[in-house]
């Protein structure tokens, strides 16, 4: 099975900073990566999909990267609003599999 | 505008099943996958399993904490996805999510749209 890792746990960055999450994947997935925003109490929203490309609605400030092991999510300067916990998915092949989160607060 | 709707959570007992419905609406139900995934207290996302469209012979994977307990059917007629789960433990309470699973080859799926969850929790 394919183990997904994120870094760091936990991120804590100012209104107008540009903040980036890593994930790494346990062998290759190509670009077969999703990144999800979850904010408490509430489902995931999905913001981009084979790994660098951006769901319909999503702000522009997000953008993702990264291909085989190493992705990035990266948001440009940061909004109130993008306080939460990040998730990537993998999604190369079953069973699919989620990192174990990144939470952002906002200082 | 796309809803999914999940529903049958509430207390159960270590032992006992338990079946969870996913009622969907504002896309056509037959053409996607659906998923489930859960979340355990204070925890991270932990995907349990999927059943594809007819298209892609209907048929279902699960998680390895899942599989041979826990059943994902769908009901095309209704919209509605179910997830039934037996012989269910202190492990398995949580908050449980349907998703609509998108594809492009049916191999490989993400997850477009959730339900807002549903609270099971497993104890005596």
């Known amino acids: 099975d394919i183990q997904m890792t994120q870094s760091p746990s936990t991120l804590s960055a100012s209104v107008g900073d540009r903040v980036t999450i890593t994930c790494r994947a346990s062998q290759s997935i190509n670009t077969w990566l999703a990144w999800y925003q979850q904010k408490p109490g509430k489902a995931p929203k999905l913001l981009v999909y084979k790994a660098s490309l951006l769901q319909s609605g999503v702000p522009l400030r997000f953008s993702g990267g990264g291909s085989g092991t190493e992705f990035t999510l990266t948001i440009n300067s940061l909004q109130p609003d993008d306080f939460g916990t990040y998730y990537c998915?993998?999604?190369?092949?079953?069973?699919?599999?989620f990192g174990q989160g990144t939470r952002l607060e906002i200082k | 505008e796309v809803q999914l709707v999940e529903s049958g959570g509430g207390l159960v007992q270590p032992g006992r099943s338990l079946r969870l419905s996913c009622a969907s609406s504002?896309?056509?139900?037959?053409?996607?996958?659906m998923s489930w995934s859960r979340q355990s207290p204070g925890k991270g996302l932990e995907w349990v399993g999927l059943?594809?469209?007819?298209?892609?012979?209907?048929?279902?994977e699960y998680a390895a904490s899942a599989r041979g307990r826990f059943t994902i059917s769908r009901d095309d007629s209704r919209s509605i996805a179910y997830l039934q789960m037996d012989s269910l433990g202190a492990e398995d309470t949580g908050i449980y999510f349907c998703s609509r699973g998108y594809t492009i080859v049916g191999v490989k799926y993400y997850f477009d749209y959730w339900g807002q969850g549903a609270l099971v929790t497993v104890s005596s």
């Open positions: 504002g896309f056509t139900f037959g053409e996607y996958a």
């Open positions: 998915q993998q999604y190369i092949k079953f069973p699919l599999a």
């Open positions: 059943v594809r469209s007819k298209s892609y012979g209907g048929t279902p």
